[in-house]
């Protein structure tokens, strides 16, 4: 039903094939016992322009981590420890602050969920979209407020007019969520990670926003990294899935062969947690008392859970594979596929 | 087999402070579960789900309306009810973390229920050890602070809690929308065993209309505090016969990119406000269907037979233009195709 057309590639000029490039990513967390945690490990990503990619994982997966560290705002106390994100030419974590406030809401934006944590309760919606355009385009008072008014219409909120003067408790969470990804992609940025952005939504209500974000990064021929728990949304919606575990990408695979063919023991544990069947999903899950530690930095960081798991698995750190074409996997016996 | 929980015409009206106008949350609500069964009880934000859930729990008391407990009526608030009731109606919160005393160790939470019955503490300690059991918790745990917990044992603590009593009928109020996947399914089919080891029967109130389908015995779709269709799950969900519910459910996203349960029936426009409800059916300023008479006139309850309800004047052109299908039937099959392959399985 949302299939996603690139006819627009040939028109325009690309200066990279990439829109997005994460390498060797590392993000660690300080403990109190001292080796730090490694909340995203040496993950390497990039997305390529116009793409959807929607990444998907667990809670303490890292999703966050990483969308957050991208933008070079890892949450405290953790820090980047190693690895670059590439984006128009440079690397956005050697960059000072002043240039990256620059970028930031301008070419790379973040939509967030909890809308109302992000608007500013005491200024009406439309000020509130139209200082992002001022700021960072350095449009004019009124040219800005066209934007903002613009952006309203864009994201389908209806009487516009009205709800430019609107202040964000007067709004329904379905509406305040459009205003933040109003505010998100005023600029027309060439990058939008959607953080679990319609997780808090009903589902009719997160069907038209999904529908939204996805013609408005066609028209503006955005790219997308789109961060959630709900394989549902991620099987209509994206051009690519990758599956994220303890700080690693496990599997990375266009949509179709995501879905229809999956090879990590993980994504198949995953999906067939949302398949309510209760036979499938213990089948590929360990029990607790089965499980093994592992180390993470020697082996592969879900033996412990994995009911193919074998001595191998926690010696060595299974590569992404490349299992067919584009399709990949990070595991030492994939589930096989004819 | 008489049901173990009746509801007759429920209304339930909010104050506004300030002004003389009200919320109308629940606007004639009736059903019914039988023992050892589950009602699902699905709807957006702001349809009333909560409030029926609150009002059967006796923390709020319905503004007019019969709620009846095996017969015997409960429509006042908690503190009113018949003693020998206590602890037969139980609550399972949807945020486990907020619904846990942080500074209580679970032991002491899971037991608590058991003071208000005056139960001895030999019998309380046995009690809490059988209940963690049935729950898939460790004894040594009993110990712990709910923050030294993952939220998919918070709420095992939570149904422990709740299932101490023994009750015979629990309110499960968005029990799994907090959880990730996994831990979901764990809890659904945790509640799914202790159904058929007590026999509880549940009211299980969320807006995961997948999970609905496969917990539920029934099924009923709320739209501004009515229920405009009720019946067998699967039978509502394969054929859906109010426009509402087939406008709801055409938007769950299955985890499979080739089925999708999009319709034709699209609603337009925006939920009226509870505050100002317009004359007849609720739905008719966003339906496709509607004709004059819906305007002037609510519909009321039509059986289409094995008490599957429909509150609408057009629901035989909804049917002639809805697909009958069970799209969620195909996902199952495709899943198990899918996801079956144990090919060179681990060895032991």
Not at chain 2, 83 to 91: A, C, T
């Amino acid at each position: 039903m949302l299939t996603v057309t690139h006819s627009f590639e040939a028109e325009r000029p690309r200066p990279a094939a990439v829109a997005l490039g994460i390498e060797r990513l590392r993000v660690e967390f300080p403990t109190v016992a001292g080796a730090p945690k490694v909340a995203v490990r040496d993950l390497d990503l990039s997305i390529r322009p116009g793409e959807i990619l929607s990444l998907v994982g667990e809670s303490g997966a890292g999703k966050t981590t990483l969308a957050r560290s991208i933008l070079n705002l890892p949450p405290s106390p953790g820090r980047v420890a190693a690895g670059s994100v590439r984006f128009g030419g440079v690397d956005l974590l050697q960059l000072a602050e002043r240039e990256l406030q620059r970028i930031r809401g301008r070419d790379l934006s973040m939509v967030v969920p909890n809308p109302r944590g992000e608007l500013n309760p005491l200024l009406p919606v439309g000020d509130q979209i139209a200082t992002i355009a001022r700021v960072h385009l350095g449009k004019d008072k009124k040219t800005a407020r066209a934007m903002a008014l613009d952006m309203l219409r864009a994201v389908q909120i209806p009487d516009p007019e009205r709800r430019m003067k609107a202040y964000p408790h007067e709004l329904s969470g379905g509406m305040a969520q459009r205003v933040v990804i109003a505010m998100a992609l005023v600029c027309s940025p060439k990058f939008i990670i959607s953080d679990d952005a319609t997780s808090g939504l009903d589902v009719t209500v997160q069907a038209q926003i999904l529908d939204l974000l996805r013609r408005l990064a066609i028209e503006r021929h955005s790219a997308m990294l789109f961060i959630t728990r709900d394989v549902g949304i991620t099987a209509h919606f994206c051009d690519r899935v990758a599956v994220i575990y303890d700080g690693e990408i496990m599997e990375i695979a266009p949509r179709e062969s995501f879905f229809l063919a999956p090879r990590h023991p993980y994504t198949v544990m995953l999906l067939a947690a949302f398949s309510h069947n209760p036979r499938l999903r213990r089948g590929w899950t360990v029990s607790e008392a089965q499980r093994r530690t592992v180390d993470a930095a020697v082996g592969c960081a879900y033996a412990d859970r994995c009911p193919r798991a074998q001595a191998v698995c926690r010696r060595v750190k299974p590569p992404l594979g490349e299992l067919a074409p584009g399709h990949f996997a990070r595991c030492h016996f994939p589930v096989e596929r004819s | 087999m008489s049901p173990v929980l009746q509801v007759e015409g429920l209304y339930k009206q909010f104050p506004i402070a300030g002004s003389h106008s009200v919320v109308q949350a629940i606007n004639g609500v009736s059903f019914s579960i039988a023992p050892g069964q589950t009602l699902g009880l699905v709807g957006e934000s702001g349809s009333g789900k909560t409030t029926v859930g609150r009002c059967i729990v006796g923390l709020i008391e319905a503004s007019q309306g019969g709620i009846r407990f095996k017969g015997e009526d409960i429509s006042v608030h908690r503190a009113r009810r018949p003693r020998h009731l206590i602890g037969k109606i139980q609550l399972v919160f949807q945020e486990p973390a907020e619904s846990l005393d942080p500074r209580m160790r679970i032991g002491r939470s899971i037991e608590e229920p058991l003071l208000a019955l005056k139960a001895p503490a030999a019998e309380r300690r046995e009690r809490v050890a059988e209940a963690i059991e049935w729950v898939g918790l460790r004894r040594d745990m009993l110990d712990l602070y709910p923050a030294e917990l993952s939220a998919g044992q918070q709420q095992r603590v939570g149904i422990a809690r709740a299932m101490i009593t023994r009750p015979e009928l629990v309110v499960l109020d968005e029990p799994t929308s907090a959880l990730d996947p996994t831990a979901r399914a764990e809890i659904i089919e945790l509640l799914m065993k202790i159904q058929a080891e007590l026999g509880t029967a549940y009211l299980f109130i969320s807006h995961d209309l997948s999970t609905v389908r496969f917990i539920s015995h029934r099924v009923a779709v709320m739209y501004l505090g009515m229920i405009v269709e009720q019946g067998n799950a699967a039978e509502v969900f394969a054929k859906p016969r109010h426009p509402y519910s087939v406008g709801l459910l055409s938007s769950v996203l299955l985890p499979h990119p080739h089925l999708s349960l999009e319709t034709s029936v699209s609603l337009k426009g925006e939920i009226p406000s509870p505050i100002n409800l317009p004359k007849g059916c609720f739905l008719a300023s966003r339906c496709p269907f509607a004709v004059d008479r819906c305007r002037a006139e609510m519909p009321p309850a039509e059986d289409l037979g094995g008490g599957h309800l429909v509150h609408c004047f057009r629901h035989r052109e909804v049917a002639r233009v809805d697909r009958a299908a069970d799209t969620f039937e195909e996902f199952q099959r495709e899943a198990e195709r899918i996801l079956g392959a144990r090919d060179g399985a681990p060895v032991a």
